[in-house]
């Protein structure tokens, strides 16, 4: 993300968010806005509460990321909720047959 690029999304708009790099790369889950959302500073206001809680049970040394925790946080807020997304794979090596994926299945319906 650039310096200039704000993550400002708008009531109804779709995001899935992810986590990690390379082959620990996944979706964590679809997502569906429900009021404007200015995620660097909901990504704040988390921090700063998780690092004062850690602080105050002595938890850990330094502040870790915790993905769970900061989506249940955008959740209680209700600026976000889970969304159902359905897959269609339209086919592989240059062959069309598309078939339905299931949500979190792993399994094609042709």
Not at 24 to 53: A, M, P, W
């Amino acid at each position: 993300m650039s310096a200039n690029e704000k993550l400002i999304f708008r009531k109804g708009a779709l995001i899935f968010l992810s986590e990690e790099e390379y082959s620990d790369y996944g979706i964590i889950g679809h997502f569906l806005v429900l009021r404007k959302l200015d995620f660097q500073n909901e990504l704040s206001v988390y921090q700063r509460r998780e690092c004062t809680r850690q602080a105050r049970d002595k938890q850990v040394r330094s502040f870790y990321a915790n993905y769970g925790g900061f989506i249940q946080h955008l959740i209680r807020k209700k600026l976000i909720k889970r969304t159902r997304v359905n897959e269609v794979h339209l086919g592989s090596y240059n062959t069309w047959s598309p078939s339905l994926k299931l949500p979190d299945s792993g399994i094609y319906y042709p």
